[in-house]
């Protein structure tokens, strides 16, 4: 079975550029998760998505961050302008439906995101 | 307060040894617990559920203390293999699945 697949693998950006991760979950998995993980700290959730819908964003800094899963499998995040902070790995997990028991969260490679 | 905290390492021990690594969640409705583990460099990976009985999965054993808003985890004969970071997680009662974690614990299994 195929994991959950991530592009770009690594970035280098300035600040103030823009920059986006693409993330395909695991086939049939109708949430999806992204996260942020600084060097150091666990991750942490940004935005949760349940098919096309957004479960979640209220820890997704809104005036840079933007995320959206138009077809209810694929999903991207965007940040614009990035800022020094914003260096980290970006992971995208995916979980069966909500309403099965199951909370184990499948995650992809990650994008480590340099911003300099 | 962080609401799951762990002690970071790092924990360096010989093969054969037994390690064991703590947690406590500062909200009293977290529901479901568990135990993640993320090599160097790579994506967390779930490791074991933790249940209100304790559980064993072969040299891991999971204990929570629900009282204490604890939990830990107990690692017996390291392995080399065993070396990796152990994230703490946490699910909150009606927070759609969510789940809130640690920063994790480093553990090195020495030669």
């Known amino acids: 079975e195929a994991g959950v697949a991530q592009s770009p693998r690594y970035k280098i950006i300035e600040k103030r550029q823009s920059v986006a991760f693409w993330c395909n979950p695991i086939?049939?998995?109708?949430?999806l998760y992204w996260y942020q993980q600084i060097l150091g700290q666990g991750p942490k959730l940004l935005i949760q998505?349940?098919?096309?819908?957004?479960?979640?964003d209220s820890q997704l800094p809104k005036d840079r961050f933007s995320a959206e899963r138009l077809k209810g499998v694929d999903s991207t995040l965007k940040i614009q302008p990035a800022k020094l902070e914003d260096s980290a790995v970006y992971l995208c997990?995916?979980?069966?439906?909500?309403?099965?028991?199951?909370?184990?969260?499948?995650f992809g490679p990650g994008t480590r995101l340099t911003v300099t | 307060r962080k609401e799951v905290e762990q002690d970071p390492g790092p924990f360096n021990v010989p093969e054969g040894a037994t390690v064991a690594f703590n947690c406590t969640y500062s909200?009293?409705?977290?529901?479901?617990f568990f135990w993640y583990r993320q090599d160097c460099r790579k994506e967390p990976k779930l490791l074991m559920s933790?249940?209100?009985s304790g559980n064993e999965d072969g040299r891991f054993t999971a204990q929570l203390n629900r009282a204490s808003q604890y939990i830990s985890l107990l690692i017996r004969d390291s392995k080399l293999s065993d070396s990796a970071t152990y994230l703490c997680?946490?699910?909150?009662?009606?927070?759609?699945?969510?789940?809130?974690f640690g920063s994790g614990t480093q553990l090195t299994v020495l030669p």
């Open positions: 997990a995916s979980s069966l439906d909500l309403d099965r028991s199951s909370y184990e969260q499948y």
């Open positions: 998505f349940q098919n096309n819908g957004v479960v979640d």
């Open positions: 933790v249940y209100s």
């Open positions: 909200n009293s409705a977290s529901q479901s």
């Open positions: 997680v946490v699910n909150l009662v009606g927070s759609a699945r969510q789940l809130t």
């Open positions: 086939s049939g998995h109708a949430t």
